[in-house]
């Protein structure tokens, strides 16, 4: 289904079309000779977006979606080869365009903002300067102004102490304060169109909505938006129409409500019920139905009392001193519990000091003061060479699982390099307790030979959790451990860790700044503010009963389908009753 969008008043006058695509086609070219071989992977795209309007554009990984993005700035990739009918950009043939010309265009006309951030910036560089550049090269103001410029910027954009901040290099900063920064860069000249690639993706809820708010005000000023997200709920927030990708191909596109509240299409209603919220605890997210997990032979557990927790940190403390000199507290007096088979969410803003909590839970860190106990003795605070026969107690799975791999090798060497020689000493055993573990996490036997730049994001975070399963833990950290992946896959992640907890026993320290994800999985949550454990309960006490104003403060930022973030019921249109499948 195909939608054109209206022109709609603005003081006045007609909404300028920004965007004009007719039958969009890219394809890329691989190999040589023989080998050579054409990708199609966007076909026949239309698109058309006016001035003070939003288009979010939604599918899975590699649905074509962020390859659409870039060939709308002029970055398709190499070996590209675009084709269409028509292919206009605020008021420009684009089609035509040579990278001289592209070069006055971005940043001035059409801004845009990529998901990984850490890539995008330059690593030698501070992040005021980078935003300063910008602004530089369009010949915008002078040296002082330009540098009052980018403070004012980072500011706009929810960053804390943006004086301090911008003299900072990316790897000083969170994910979260760099994709802001990265978003400071992008809107510096207030561009006519910005094309945002998941811009929201690192960023907490209290931060999330103020991008969001940010955006919202673009578009009253009459600045064209193309979304590029996974997450509905803020697509529902900000955009007036939805194109939902599948195989390269747009399946469904209209007004944003029709779209996610009366979806036509089977795709986008699978989309829609695979969102995590309150209302989907306690059931599988995917449709592909839940992972078969095969019953292991699994060793002995560490005997202790029923009641006694398998994790327990005492008045945790850690404090820094930064560039400046100044030494900063970033954990202050945490203690929590975590019970064998149970899920301990932990919740708050980027600083918080969630992840911080996240690293002396594993001991990789060392805490100032206080203490984590393992199985009721000293997990922290003795020596590595005490620790080493109960490491394999508390493994761990990052948001990125690519930069922890070694890209030499392939993922069942991964796997063996995981296993523990003394229980699987035979090459026999190993490789088959290596084929065990793929099939546990429903990777196939044909993935072991691929190496993790040959799998897909959901494959490779598939594979880390394997990895953080083959030495048999009792608890397994999970750091932001599915917010990269787009809601189908994120919906697979979260079924097969719900299923291995429930075979094996397993016990989550779950880190994210998605509440949604929190509410679905954990038991218990602890939500952190400035380094200090401000509320800590049942899910259900702390997102139904929240006590803190801090706690109420993220509940109010979350955004939903069909609400503004602090909204709590959705604004019903007359005659129009929602449907099932549009979850929180």
Known sequence: MTATLEHTAITGTLRQELLKVRNLNVSFSTGRGRDARLTHVVKDVDLRLAAGECLAIVGESGSGKSVTARTLVGLP?????????????????IGTLGERQWRRLRGKDIGFVLQDALVSLDPLRPVGKEIEEALRLHGWGTTRSRAARAVELLASVGVPQPELRAGQRP?????????????????ALDPKILIADEPTTALDVTVQAQILELLGRMKERGTGIVLISHD?????????????????????????????????HDYTRALLDAIPSEHTKGTPLSKDGRARITATSRR?????????????????????????GVVRTVVDGVSFELRAGETLGIVGESGSGKSTTAKMALAMLEPDAGRVLLDGAAWTGISTAARRSRRRSVTVVYQDPLSSFDPRWNAERILLDAL????????????????????????????????????SGGQRQRLAIARALAPEPEVIVLDEAVSALDVSVQAQVLDLLTDLQQELGLSYLFISHDLGVIHHMSDRVLVMKDGRAVEQGSAEDVFNHPRHPYTRELLASLPQL?????QRNPPAAAGTPTTEGAHS
Do not use: C, F, W
């Open 171 to 187: 790897d000083e900063l969170s994910g979260g304060l760099r994709q802001r920064a990265l978003i400071a860069s992008a809107i």
């Open 77 to 93: 990739g190499a070996n590209a080869s675009v084709q269409a009918e028509r292919l206009e950009l605020a008021g420009h043939r």
């Open 232 to 264: 509905l709920s803020v697509v529902a927030t900000l955009a007036d129409h939805v194109a939902v990708m599948q195989g390269g191909a747009i399946v469904e596109q209209g007004p944003a409500r029709q779209v996610l509240y009366h979806p036509q």
């Open 420 to 455: 523990a020689r003394q229980d699987y000493p035979g090459e026999a055993e190993r490789a088959a307790q290596v084929r065990e573990l793929a099939g546990q996490v429903g990777l196939q036997v044909e993935h072991l030979a691929k190496h993790p730049l040959q799998l």
């Open 562 to 566: 069909g609400l503004a973030p602090g």
């Open 300 to 324: 002995p557990r560490t005997t202790r009392p029923a009641d006694a927790p398998v994790l327990r940190a005492e008045g945790l403390v850690k404090s820094y001193q930064g560039h400046d």
